[in-house]
């Protein structure tokens, strides 16, 4: 009989607890698992420790030395002091930043131009250290008297406050002082650049911050005259504040056809508002521009006027009357930052110069107005146009520029010179530009050269 295969088997029965050595193995493997990632976590974190540590010993290192190149620096000098770094130690940048104030005595705080002590007595040095491998940054700071020479008997206290529009500092301009001390200071957040102990006597300012303008238009802006006197506190107040960007064009009349404007230009612009220090000008007398772009400063009440000229003389409102303002650009609000463009009216000039009662081409004209610049009246070098467009009539009239009308005349009164060929001048006094369409009230007038008049008759008025 051929043997038969018998598979194999345990004639035991199932222990219940059979498999649990491995699932105790497997266990035993992830406690071990955690217990090494929080002892190597540990260690990580021994070591991150211990270079933060090292960052900082670094980082303080950094900081005693920049505190000691500071206080190497003379008194009047230190609170412009320069940046150093960044600094890479270890593969690690590090960046320093320097700062020195002056403190007030009386009551420990940072000194601005608002404290009302004579001087300020200490400069407080702050260092601060940032690096990426720093939680927080490292700060060092120490109190430093200044030495005795730099308060010397001949000297007094110095700040600038700088405001905008409504009283608020502005921070961030670079304020330089000229006088007996040049020095340099940029204003802190509360507007406020202080000078410190400066020798006694008179100071200009000038005010540098990208389209920022003073009460004049000016910018850089400017401060004259500021009077530091011995062992006294003197704040220099200044308006600085964003520009409003303004474009002037300019016009006047056809003086044969008043209801057609004809492009112009001018040489000076003025403008009157409420807030202003004085009247503000902007331009050059004998340059006309056919535009003109100009820098207001944003005051809270608008521009009153704008026009052509350089004195009150020009204002329409005195010259024409509020009537003029009811056709033409009036107020002005200036925004700050804000642009802007008016387009200005000036009168025509009804005048024409003959010779023997015929209309000339050519002729040497001046018209000096009733504006006095200080050094004498202003004066305008005009000529006589033979264009074709403009007034229909186009021989003879006087213009600013040959070969087109455009007398570019601010409203006035102005004396007229004219001569035709020598030495032989003719005079015409008042003649007076108010209207804006014909100039004149009295229409047009003719300058006949060849008149008998006095060689001469106002060297003020005509040239030699």
């Excluded at 506190?233 to 209801?259: G, N, Y």
């Amino acid at each position: 009989m051929a043997p038969r295969l018998r598979l194999l088997s345990s004639d035991r029965p199932r222990d219940g607890e059979a498999g649990f050595a491995l699932i105790e193995v497997i266990v035993s493997a992830a406690v071990l698992a955690m217990v090494a990632l929080a002892v190597l976590a540990g260690v990580d974190a021994a070591g991150r420790s211990t270079g933060r540590e090292k960052a900082k010993a670094v980082a303080v290192s950094l900081a005693e030395q920049d505190q000691e190149r500071m206080r190497g620096i003379a008194a009047k000098q230190v609170t412009d002091v320069s940046q150093l770094g960044p600094y890479t130690i270890n593969g690690a940048s590090y960046a320093v930043d320097s700062k020195a104030e002056w403190i007030d005595d009386a009551t420990g705080g940072t000194d601005s131009c608002a404290n009302s002590g004579a001087n300020a007595s200490y400069i407080r040095m702050t260092t601060t250290v940032r690096a990426s491998n720093l939680t927080n940054p490292v700060v060092v700071s120490s109190l430093v008297e200044p030495p005795i020479s730099s308060a010397d008997a001949g000297e007094g206290y110095l700040a600038v406050q700088v405001n905008d529009r409504n009283g608020t500092g502005v921070p961030g301009v670079a304020v330089h002082g000229a006088g007996p001390t040049t020095d340099d200071a940029t204003t802190n957040q509360a507007g406020c650049a202080v000078f410190g102990r400066v020798g006694v006597g008179d100071y200009d300012f000038k005010l540098t911050k990208t389209g920022y303008v003073d009460e004049f238009g000016n910018s850089p802006g400017l401060k004259k005259k500021v009077s530091v006197v011995q062992a006294a506190k003197t704040v220099a107040a200044v308006k600085f504040d964003q520009a409003a960007p303004l474009t002037l064009t300019f016009e006047t009349s056809d003086p044969t056809k008043p209801s057609k404007t004809l492009a112009s230009s001018a040489g000076t612009v003025s403008a009157v508002d409420s807030e202003a220090p004085a009247l503000l000008t902007w331009g050059t007398l004998g340059t006309p521009l056919s535009s003109m772009p100009v820098m207001l400063f944003p005051f809270n009440t608008p521009y009153g006027s704008v026009y052509t000229g350089s004195c009150d003389d020009a204002d329409p409102l005195t010259v024409v009357g509020s009537s003029y303002y009811s056709t033409y650009p009036g107020p002005f609000a200036a925004k700050p930052g804000q642009t802007g463009a008016v387009k200005l009216h000036q009168p025509p000039m009804p005048v024409q110069v003959s010779s023997s009662g015929t209309a000339v081409s050519s002729a040497t004209v001046w018209a000096t107005g009733s504006c006095d610049m200080g050094s004498g009246r202003e004066r305008f070098a005009l000529a006589v146009t033979t264009t074709s467009s403009g007034p229909s009539n186009k021989a003879g009239w006087i213009s600013r520029t040959s070969g087109t009308y455009d007398p570019g005349l601010p409203y006035g009164t102005y004396d007229v010179c004219a001569k035709v060929s020598g030495p032989r001048w003719v005079l015409k006094n008042g003649i007076v530009l108010k209207d804006p369409t014909k100039g004149q009230s009295s229409g047009t007038m003719t300058i006949d050269a060849t008149s008998s008049m006095t060689f001469n008759p106002d060297s003020t008025k005509c040239p030699a």
